[in-house]
């Protein structure tokens, strides 16, 4: 089933799609590391660069040099610190979803077909297929660096919001670790590092989900919200969760029986066994 939607009343254009192509390791596993060594020597040499003062969209939690607003950064960016497995490889799970192909479905067959019965004669261009099928559609192209590409789908910052702010106070609180104690031993146990409130969307709420996956969509089936969910679900397993934290973490508990078609009401979720 294609990944379409068809919103309603929208009007503008896709100002942000450069002519990038898809790069073609968001298609293979990502490689295994240790989040221990969450940023490499490669990373750090970054630092320098990508953290002096007065670069556009410099602001963030932790040591801020330039305010400026947040900013997109792309799905390949998030790789960089958000692809060891004992950390959860956040980025495999959403490169191998069909998050990540939301944009290509639009130039399948079905997608052209869904499309024109709705009056649209090329969905990979249509501003009504485009808003929920590309990060971000229609916000400002000041407001996405150069490493961002429209054309990888439905990215870790359409239900997370830009991540230029997060990713450079993580750098920078890197960095400054490093210069206290050094870099370390590569193969040390993984930990689990705080992000402070604010910094980005940790937790997706259901309204994020049925701003697309709604009845306007030609493609649209009924779903369960805890269960689509716990599906694409990536915890960090590092993170320590008391029994009331664990349990606001919902699961679909209605099993084949679900009825609820999105609108999920609180006696559908279910505190999960293990996460």
């Known amino acids: 089933m294609p990944h379409l939607h068809l919103a309603r009343g929208q009007r503008g254009r896709l100002q942000h799609l450069p002519q990038l192509t898809r790069t073609e390791s968001a298609m293979k596993k990502p490689r295994t590391r240790l989040v221990s060594m969450s940023i490499s020597l490669g990373l750090t040499a970054l630092l320098g ?22 900013k997109y950064i ?24 069909k998050h990540s192909t939301a944009y290509e479905t ?17 969905p990979s261009k249509s501003e009504t297929c485009l808003r929920c099928h590309v990060t971000a559609y229609g916000k400002p ?26 990713a450079r106070a993580r750098f920078r609180a890197a960095n400054a670790a490093s210069d206290d104690e ?3 031993d590569e193969e040390e146990e993984a930990t ?33 919200f805890y269960k689509f969910r716990s599906e694409i679900m990536h915890l960090n397993p590092l993170k320590p969760r008391t029994a009331e934290e664990r349990a ?19 006696g559908c979720g279910v505190a999960p066994k293990e996460q």
């Not at 937790?203 to 493609?219: A, F, I, K, M």
């Not at 606001?248 to 609180?266: M, N, R, Y």
């Open 49 to 70: 660069l990508w953290l002096q003062p007065g670069v556009s969209g410099a602001s963030g939690p932790i040591g801020s040099v330039h305010a400026g607003p947040n």
């Open 74 to 97: 792309g799905a390949k960016k998030c790789e960089n610190c958000h692809n060891a497995d004992a950390s959860g490889n956040q980025w495999a799970a959403w490169a191998h979803a």
């Open 192 to 224: 689990y590092t705080e992000i402070p409130d604010g910094e980005i969307v940790a937790s997706v709420e259901r309204e994020t989900c049925l701003g697309c996956h709604n009845h306007d969509s030609p493609s649209y089936k009924p779903f369960c």
């Open 248 to 266: 606001k973490i919902l699961v679909c508990g209605c099993g084949d029986a679900c009825t609820c078609d999105g609108e999920c009401v609180d």
């Open 141 to 166: 192209k000041e407001l996405f660096k150069k490493s961002f590409d429209p054309k990888a789908g439905v990215g870790c910052e359409s239900c997370h919001g830009p991540g230029n702010d997060h």
């Open 182 to 184: 050094g870099f370390g």
């Open 106 to 122: 639009l130039l399948g067959e079905d997608a052209k077909r869904l499309a024109a019965e709705a009056g649209v004669s090329d």
